[in-house]
């Protein structure tokens, strides 16, 4: 199958940049086209990769089955219009393509794979007895209450049971995910929306029943990032620097998008590098440690994979029978894994008994794909990339 050129898309603007098929574009020029800040690499050295002396044979990998016929992976980089796909083995890079004019420098927004970031700097600062997460939301954030989020507390925040009144559905223009979007300066906004991601959040009303099941919202997250500033006293922009970014050895800079007041978009609006976001994959399989020191809390990680408590089957980010923890996806498989996913097909996916890492930059023809073949693929990929000679089994 024939993949697009990125070259030949239509050119996005600051209008349309995160729209079909503009995102083409967009997805890797948000710096361009939205208010963006910095969140510094520090002044250390960046963390090398070795590559390794058993590469992963792309040319003879099979993947599961599309219309009853298995897939080379040549075809799921077609089929996914992935612009960049990375595969680690332990320290070791086994598998590594840029397509069209991606390159390794170019950073790309991960979407919502920034929630994995977030909930990993929460377990930071829980390791530092700043948030006590049986606490309610509007005890660190007072202008919630009677709110949306005021009556969840900070863990229903972290596993998504929080039940705020809040419409996900992408392809729905009127839903509360496009409404944050055009707080947040991601879209044009409508002459009623409100300015600011912040006030946007503060002024949603009615909720369901907090913990009583799974329910996916991006405004979750900018409420979580927000506990987490009142929490510390510092920006989030300065928490993700000092407790994540500085310290997991990247290349370069990663940045955030923000909103006119500066406040940052959390829930999606990461971007960075490719081997910069296997850097913090690698982190974290790593236990949280890099050159033994411990960045992120070792009981944080393994609290997260344990997975929650309800079924998230039904969310088209998830796998069958697969839970949600900490900002972060675990399908419950025989590995033990765990990932981050973002529209249009951002994926850092960890296999902790292959120890091998997948990071995809994409951009997807729909905002949420296929994502449970996807979730199939990049566990075969895993699996081969760990045992070469075995061919990968679907899981």
């Not at 070259?7 to 574009?25: G, K, V």
């Not at 850097?279 to 440690?289: I, K, N, P």
Request: charged share 25%; with cysteine; hydrophobic share 40%.
């Amino acid at each position: 199958m024939k993949r697009d050129d990125r070259r030949h898309s239509p050119e996005a603007n600051a209008q349309n940049w995160a729209t079909p098929p503009y995102h083409r574009q967009g997805l890797r020029r948000v710096e361009q086209l939205v208010r963006c800040a910095p969140l510094s690499r520090g002044d250390g050295p960046a963390r090398e990769f070795g590559l390794a002396d058993e590469p992963l044979d792309w040319s003879a990998l099979a993947l599961p089955p599309v219309g009853g016929a298995e897939i080379s992976g040549d075809e799921f980089l077609a089929r996914t219009h992935t612009d960049a796909l990375l595969v680690m083995r332990g320290e070791q890079i086994v598998f590594e393509r840029y397509l069209d004019d991606f390159t390794p420098a170019t950073r790309h927004i991960v979407m919502s794979i920034s929630k994995s970031f977030c909930g990993m700097l929460a377990g930071c600062l829980v390791e530092a007895a700043l948030i006590d997460l049986a606490s309610p939301t509007s005890r660190y954030v007072p202008e919630l209450a009677g709110g949306s989020f005021g009556g969840a507390t900070v863990q229903q925040l972290l596993d998504m049971t929080a039940a705020p009144h809040y419409d996900m559905a992408y392809l729905n223009p009127d839903a509360e995910v496009h409404a944050g979007d055009r707080a947040a300066g991601w879209r044009p906004r409508r002459p009623d929306d409100v300015a600011g991601t912040r006030r946007f959040l503060a002024g949603l009303r009615g909720a369901g029943v907090h913990g009583a099941g799974f329910q996916y919202c991006s405004g979750t997250t900018d409420v979580l990032a927000w506990v987490l500033e009142r929490a510390a006293g510092l920006d989030y922009r300065e928490l993700m620097t000092r407790h994540i970014w500085s310290r997991i050895g990247a290349e370069a800079d990663a940045f955030i998008t923000v909103d006119e007041f500066g406040a940052p978009y959390a829930c999606a609006g990461m971007g960075m590098r490719l081997r910069d976001l296997a850097r913090f994959g690698r982190l974290v399989l790593d236990r949280g440690y890099r050159d033994g020191q411990a960045v992120i809390p070792a009981s944080w990680i393994e609290h997260t994979r344990r997975g929650g408590q309800f079924d998230t089957s039904e969310e088209p980010d998830a796998a069958r029978h697969g839970t949600y923890k900490n900002q972060w996806w675990v399908p419950a498989d025989d590995h033990g894994s765990f990932y981050g996913v973002g529209i249009f097909g951002q994926y850092l996916w960890l296999d902790p008994v292959a120890d091998v890492l997948v990071a995809k930059f994409s951009a997807e023809d729909a905002p949420v794909p296929d994502n449970s073949y996807e979730i199939r693929a990049l566990s075969a990929i895993a699996r081969a990339a760990a045992h070469p000679a075995i061919v990968p089994q679907e899981t």
